[in-house]
């Protein structure tokens, strides 16, 4: 078996690497930024074609997309994975819950509220960021009143899924939601987790 994860863990990569690390695979790492020039090689545009990182090449299968790739470790390794098609729907919901309901309106708040330089930031487009999130938020917190995990009763795919995409809801506030607040800082408490954020804030200061 041969898996190698390409990017920093400064990025998207580092979802990738959580994943990796609490599922047990072991696996070679090119920690590229998404800005080197390395990712624009043809031999890496074989793998990713759209230039970006994280990616992986899995004893031949080479993927894309962090949430995607996430998923396919899980279930080949059967592990953090489902033991019901039941489960499995609500993990494949869960995850394009945080793909596409959660994550844009996270960056654009981050964005606007301190991520873009000062002269670039548009405080409408922060304030209606943070209505979508505050509107998703209710929805996870009715979700995680209601069971520890987003899926079953124990930490699963799904659950660091959202909660890699959720690295910076801290600093939008999470009091408002204390199910959600006390499953992300039970996710982020993992030993697994807290390895893999202080390998990304070393390689963000590199």
């Known amino acids: 078996m041969s898996l190698t994860i390409y990017g920093t863990a400064a ?3 580092f979802r990738v690497l959580w ?3 609490e599922i047990g695979v072991p696996y070679d790492r090119m920690p ?3 800005k080197g020039p390395e990712i624009r090689t043809p031999q890496f545009l074989a793998i990713n074609p759209n ?7 899995d004893d031949g299968v080479a993927l894309f997309e962090s949430l995607a790739i996430n998923l396919y470790l899980a279930k080949k390794h059967d592990r953090l994975w489902a033991s019901t098609v039941a489960d499995e729907g609500r993990i494949y919901q869960w995850t394009l819950y945080a793909a596409s ?4 309106a996270m960056l654009q708040w981050s964005g606007h ?19 979508r999130l505050e509107t998703r938020f209710a929805v996870l917190e009715r979700a995680l009143a209601q069971s520890d995990a987003l899926v079953g009763n124990a930490f699963g795919i799904a659950d660091l899924n959202l909660a890699s995409v959720l690295f910076r809801a801290p600093a939008f506030g999470l009091d ?3 199910a959600l607040k ?15 954020v202080a390998l990304r804030e070393h390689e963000a200061k590199a």
């Open 32 to 34: 590229w930024h998404f």
């Open 51 to 57: 230039a970006a990182i994280p990616a992986i090449v």
């Open 176 to 178: 408002r939601w204390p």
């Open 19 to 21: 994943a990796a690390e």
């Open 182 to 196: 006390a499953w992300h800082a039970r996710c982020y408490a993992r030993p697994k987790a807290r390895a893999m």
């Open 11 to 13: 990025s998207r990569a």
């Open 101 to 104: 309901e959660v994550e844009p």
């Open 113 to 131: 509220t301190g991520y873009l330089p000062e002269a670039e930031r548009r405080p409408e487009l922060a304030a209606a960021a943070a209505g």
